[in-house]
């Protein structure tokens, strides 16, 4: 008997540690059964790099309204504008993984890390994509008394007066300042870049005859256009807003294949558990179906894009190696 159980008992360290390594095999498996089942048990927070007003938050409260009926806990828009939405990247990058912090993402996620140098984070490391939400098209609008007419009236003024038409942008590095960048080199003009602290301030300029022109959102253009105080000369989408069918898509301008919008989309940190990525990505999904939230989306100027998550993170990869370039080549600085 001595003999029998001397081996066992010689050596109590190595019991011990299998015993550990056997109670945590059990824990992971149990939470990897069940992680997903009881979740949500308390509210989430959406964190939003914008002001409460804007266009990324309306997306946000719509789509977390359907959230919260579907799973029956409260989602919580949280906005953290600064440093060009890094602010609140940072602060989801360091949130616990455990998907009750989710970050409603658009463009700045991509363009960021070649824009601020030292790169601030890496979005493809850092955060694992959940689902695609939707975009909104970046128009071109004029004041009224502007003699510009259409995007081909802008190209031949432009070209007759090199970097003397001036447009205002909601900040160097934006969305719509990049989609001017690039349309500018395809159309071989340019123009003189002034940069606002948001797309308001620049719009309320524009209507005061300090500039010509704008870019911006199609939400932030729409009241003015509808007031009959701004004119679009194009819209930057594949087809035309449902919110100003009159105006022409840039490619019905002479460009085709060429468009810029600002897309969305709710992302978590890296370590964020699969089985709750995969539920927080259905559940969105089914919120893109939801008529409200299509309702709300299109009342904006934007469309729902139900994607796979594997999808969005190729979006993400995709638009960090095209901003990367522009960057580069048109010598963007952060303000």
Known sequence: ???????????????????????????????????????????VKIVVGYAAGGAVDLVARSVGQSLQASLGQAFIIENKPGAGTNI??????????????????ANALAANMSLYQPMPFDAERDLVPVSLVGRVPVVIAANVNAPYTDIKALIAAAKGKPNT?????????????MAIELF?????????????????????????????????????????????????????SPKRSNIFP?????????????EASVWYGFVAPAATPKDVVAKLHSEVQKALQNKDVQGRLSAAGGEVLPASSEAFGALIKSERARYAKLVKDANIKPE
């Open 1 to 43: 008997m001595n003999h029998f159980f001397k081996p066992f008992f010689a050596k109590p360290h190595g019991i011990c540690l299998v015993a550990v390594l056997l109670c945590q095999a059990l824990f992971h498996m149990a939470y990897g059964q069940s992680s997903s089942s009881n979740y949500p048990n308390k509210p």
């Open 88 to 105: 609140a990247v940072k602060q989801v990058i360091d949130a616990p993984a455990d998907g009750y912090t989710l970050l409603l993402a």
């Open 165 to 177: 038409i001036a447009y205002g942008s909601p900040g160097n590095g934006s969305t719509p300042h």
């Open 184 to 236: 500018t080199r395809a159309a071989g003009i340019d123009l003189q870049h002034i940069a606002y602290r948001g797309g308001s301030p620049a719009i309320t300029d524009v209507l005061g005859g300090q500039l010509p022109l704008v870019a911006v959102n199609a939400l932030e253009a729409l009241p003015q256009v509808k007031a009959g105080k701004l004119k679009v000369l194009a819209v930057l």
């Open 246 to 258: 009159d105006a022409p898509t840039i490619a019905e301008s002479g460009f085709a294949g060429f």
